[in-house]
């Protein structure tokens, strides 16, 4: 069903190469016109070319609705991002970071306005990223589309992932973790949550502790109720924030091709499309902060 997907050749790095050389080129000589005439010229050439790549790809989520989801890959940041809008307004973006292994989540959320709350709250979720969840970005920024029009379902449907995120992280320091928490997250300064499972990992590695902050505590069981069972809005309780990447590239696939020898060789050609859910719990220190979490 995705034959229309496909990974296209390598051979127009060549030219991400001599772009480079001219933007050196540029930025030592000191005429700015030359150098603005370069920038203009390299941006548009590096948009045709597919360095920063954008494709839109048109997805059915779970309740039907038709959305865009929008995914870009920067090579030189080595990065990936997923956007979209939910059906219930919500704006989600995902980012692969691999040169950090971190892969952030940030939903924006409309807000109950009649409620006293902003136009929408900004939450952020971080994790580690492990290899193979998601193609490498230099395949992502080669992937194009025949027919923009399709409606894409997953091949792969997996399951929903449970995450209780014990700990926040203080955006200010965030960097440590991925240089692209800071622009991400900013609007969710006091709601930017991780695991104590990749907490502990990344005190391993180093990073200063008094990035994170332990929140009380998200599993053992009686001290705090579910917010969506909490009446009274002031009442700290645990939140319940569910999404779904309804489409992505999460593997990729290899086609053989032949030389005029005969000799046999396997090329990337295209990928395999996978959707996953995440469903993760978090403290909250007032049940205003969780409005959507509410018993229907
Ligand atoms: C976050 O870190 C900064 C810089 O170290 C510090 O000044 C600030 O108090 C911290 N914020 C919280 C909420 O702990």
Known sequence: ?????????????????????????????????????????????????????????????????????????????DLI???FKQGDGALITFVADFKQDVKIFRALILGELERGQNQYQAVCFISRLSRNEIIPSESMARLRQKNPHAIRL?????????????????????SQL???????????????????????HWLDKGVDGSIFEVLPQTT???SFQ???????????????????????????????????????????CGIKSCSKGYHFTYYVPQKQMCLWDEET
């Not at 991925?178 to 907490?199: F, G, K, L, P, Q």
Request: some cysteine.
């Open 1 to 77: 069903m995705n034959a229309d997907l496909w990974i296209s050749p390598r051979f127009f790095h060549l030219s991400f190469s001599v772009l480079r050389i001219l933007g050196m080129f540029a930025s030592c000589v000191s005429v700015a016109s030359v150098r603005i005439l370069t920038r203009v010229c390299a941006l548009v050439l590096l948009v045709a070319v597919g360095l920063c790549s954008e494709l839109r790809v048109r997805v059915r989520l779970a309740d039907g609705l038709v959305t865009e989801e929008v995914l870009e890959a920067d090579i030189e940041r």
């Open 81 to 83: 991002s997923v956007e």
């Open 154 to 174: 997953a091949e792969e449907r997996r399951g929903l992932e449970q995450l209780t995120m014990s700990a926040a992280v203080n955006l200010s320091q965030a």
């Open 178 to 200: 991925s240089s692209h928490i800071h622009n991400m997250c900013s609007e969710a300064r006091e709601a930017i949550y991780t695991r104590e499972s990749d907490v502990k």
């Open 220 to 222: 053992e069981a009686p």
């Open 226 to 268: 579910a917010c969506h069972s909490t009446k009274d809005l002031w009442q700290p309780c645990l939140c319940t924030y569910s999404l779904r990447l309804e489409w992505y590239p999460c593997l990729l696939k290899y086609c053989r091709s032949r030389d005029t020898t005969g000799k046999g060789s396997t090329y990337k």
